[in-house]
């Protein structure tokens, strides 16, 4: 395992404050459960559909319709606890919470407040190599999502599309344990990475299947340690939250200026009125939205129309079987099996498929660190140059350990593979082939390289004196036999023989 220090939270200096201020951020992801239909209808969820086409009549909110639990989507909350190291409650229960919105025909939204199905766990974040932050996971709970109003498309009237209502989310709720833009930025990068991993939820921001609902407020040194040690919220300052963020830049934009907007008040005077507030991109400032809603203000109660949700510890366990190598462990093994540095490890990692087209790299070439740097600067370099995926790769995992392969086999230098990776990721084509019907093949041959060596010493007598002067000058006559053989010349080789005939 890598060998990580986990520091204390370092709190975000405020520049440009009277006074030292803290600050602490709290946050509620939303995320979209990846399943084909919703939490409690047969609807389905695929995004980009006709308005009003994805609806059931239990989502219509149609008389008389009663909510069938989805048994899937409660093994992908189960899964996300269990990936997230978390306490799995086999007892849950739902409740209504009710507030009316007109995309929200039920008139109230099928959630779980009082008996979460997921307790206590944690998100490890890397910030920097060896270094790292725990934030604890207060709680995840499944509820349905609702739907959307859509008021650009006539200017006097407002449109309806129910066709996320029912949705299943899961509702993942941190502890105030991040205390800066940076940090809750990574923290929500690295719980989106976990999900892939899991393939709990696809972490599609801008489809809006990952959403972040952040709580700010502001402190002065020493109110943190006060509620680490009696775990009354009184000593963190009032938050406001702000709903609905889907851009990691945008959470740490709308993050700083709330911090400010706060200080500001609080050094005037005034006093932070509990509040959710919106982020405006365009202008860079959070405006208010509605007064903070308490949980007696939605007049929660238990569904009558659904039993306590009673799951079976070998369920549980079969689940646990089942899960993927995750993130972490997946990058440790990397360091430890193939060598890799941490930050190559972890860029390997990154996602899941990246992580599947290396591990595939290195079965056929046997090679994992080469495997490494071809994926990440000559593939991964080549496709974020023209805004490609590794899915949409042209070159795939066995190609490129076919060049490789040819690269260990001293068939082809390094730059000559260059060329190669140029004409398969263009064209296609086996790389073996591909070389030896272009004569690519690397000279070897130590008597033909050194016919070119004596050629060259032979023409150039003045640079030869000047390199039996300073050795550093062997180079051009090593490029010059390169340019000579045009580039098939095995280095090593180049290098050996033009060190022995100017007896260096």
Known sequence: MLDL?????????????????????????????????????????????????????????????????????????????????????????????????????????????????????????????GIARRVRIERIHIEQDAGKSIHDMDPAMSFVDLNRTGVALMEIVSRPDLRGPEEAAAYVAKLRQILRYLGTCDGNMQNGNLRADVNVSVCRPGAYERYQETQDFG?????????????????????????????????????????????????????????????HDYRYFPDPDLLPLEIEQAWVDDI????????????????????????????LTAEVVNAAYFEEVVTGCGDGKLAANWVINELFGRLKKEGHEITESPVSPAQLAGIITLIKSGDISGKIAKDVFEIVYTDGGDPAQIVEAK????????????????????????????????????????????????????????????TAKLGL
């Open 320 to 347: 646990r079987a089942t899960l993927p190598e995750l993130p972490d462990a997946k990058k440790a093994r990397f360091v430890t099996e193939f060598g890799l540095s941490e930050y190559d490890a972890g860029v």
């Open 5 to 129: 220090s986990f520091e204390p939270p370092r709190p975000k200096v405020i520049a440009g404050a009277k006074h030292d201020w803290e600050l602490v951020i709290g946050m509620e992801i939303h995320a979209q459960i990846s399943s084909q239909s919703k939490l409690f209808s047969g609807a389905s969820t695929r995004f980009g559909a006709e308005p009003n086409s994805n609806v059931a009549f239990v989502d219509a909110a149609m008389p008389g319709m009663l909510p069938v639990i989805n048994e899937f989507c409660v093994e992908q909350a189960v899964r996300t606890g269990l990936g997230l190291k978390a306490q799995i409650n086999l007892k849950s229960a739902f409740d209504r919470k009710n507030y009316f919105y007109p995309d929200l025909p039920q008139g109230y939204q099928i959630s779980q407040l009082y008996h979460p199905i997921v307790g206590e766990g944690e998100v490890i974040v890397d910030m920097e190599p």
């Open 439 to 498: 004569g690519l093949k690397q000279v070897t041959d130590t008597g033909a390289i050194e016919a070119a060596v004596d050629e060259i010493i032979a023409a150039n007598p003045a640079q030869v004196e000047k390199a039996q002067q300073n050795p550093k000058l062997a180079g051009w006559f090593v490029g010059q036999v390169m340019k000579a053989t045009g580039g098939k010349a095995n280095p090593q080789a180049v290098n050996e023989i033009v």
């Open 235 to 295: 000593h963190l300052g009032t938050r406001c939250e702000i709903k609905n963020m889907n851009s990691m830049r945008f959470i740490q934009a709308a993050i700083d200026f709330e911090a400010r907007r706060q200080i500001a008040i609080l050094e005037a005077g005034g006093t932070v009125d509990q509040e959710t507030r919106l982020y405006d991109p365009d202008k860079g400032e959070t405006r208010s939205m509605r007064s903070k809603e308490e949980a």
